[in-house]
């Protein structure tokens, strides 16, 4: 991934986008990385699952598979308690 330092990256606009269409670009503030300039379609694609509806937690619980609650239940042997 490329860096370009942010006044690199001001005055050089116009190439920066070029090459972020290609491959993430990364502009750095004091030697840090503080953005990355990516293609609108990778943004896309990133933020492609946040932007679906999320289902919250009763909608989960009602999807869930019923089984008419047909199940062997687990009956353990308790043991003798002395007080």
Do not use: C
Not at 43 to 68: C, F, S, V
Request: without cysteine.
């Amino acid at each position: 991934m490329a860096k370009w330092s942010l006044q690199d990256a001001k005055n050089r606009f116009s190439e920066v986008v070029t090459a972020a269409r290609k491959a993430p670009q990364t502009v750095t503030k004091h030697g840090k990385p503080a953005v990355v300039i990516v293609d609108a379609d990778h943004y896309d694609r990133l933020t492609k699952k946040t932007k679906t509806k999320q289902k919250n937690l009763i909608e989960q619980l009602l999807a869930m598979p019923k089984d008419d609650g047909d199940f062997e239940r687990f009956e353990p042997e308790l043991r003798d308690i002395e007080f």
